[in-house]
């Protein structure tokens, strides 16, 4: 499954799931600014004083990784060791590995998600409860909405909850299949 328009903060939760997962992420080493995304907190999305915030930050936060990019470059060139290398690939992903650095979790990471069936169901039964954060919440209930599609007897049986704040959640009888 690829999940984009997802930010760092939530494939730091979602990589804490082990047994039956696999991931293969967008590295900021090898790909650089010009591809840099934010993700907006639906809080903030509805609340014009945050979002100006948000969107002031993320202005800010692109021109100081470009900024230091050029900074970094500057200094290789100037043959510092610690960003030294021999191939063309491996200048850039020296720079780019130290300026990620200033990145905030809203960044967007997009990631290919794989697993096994059983190892889905635990994900959707903790991630989908009310208990769990909003933006992670949200992508249980859209890889739901996916895998109860595709494989309706294995996943049909989690319905949907309407949680008091308008988003969704996910509950079944069999938590422990
Ligand atoms: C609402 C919520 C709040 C959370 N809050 C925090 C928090 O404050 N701080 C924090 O650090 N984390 C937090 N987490 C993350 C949580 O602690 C787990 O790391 C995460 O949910 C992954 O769960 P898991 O380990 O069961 O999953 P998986 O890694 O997918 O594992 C599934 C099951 O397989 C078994 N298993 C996995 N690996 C092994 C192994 N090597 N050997 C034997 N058995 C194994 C275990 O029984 C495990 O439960 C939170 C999670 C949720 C849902």
Known sequence: MLWWGISRSLTHELVRHRAGFGFSQVSQRYVGGKTLRFVERP?????????????????????????MTD????????????????????????????ARSLLPNETEAPVVVTANVRAWRHFLNTRGSEHAETEIRRAAFESYRCLSRVAPLLFGDFKVVHLPDGTHGLSTPFPKV
């Open 43 to 67: 809080e903030y999305a509805g609340d014009p004083y945050l979002h100006q915030l948000f969107e002031d930050r993320i202005d800010r936060t692109q021109q100081e990784y470009e900024a």
């Open 71 to 98: 900074y970094l470059v500057a200094k290789q060139k100037d043959g510092t060791e610690i960003l030294g290398a021999e191939h063309k690939t491996d200048l850039r992903k020296k720079v780019r590995q130290a």
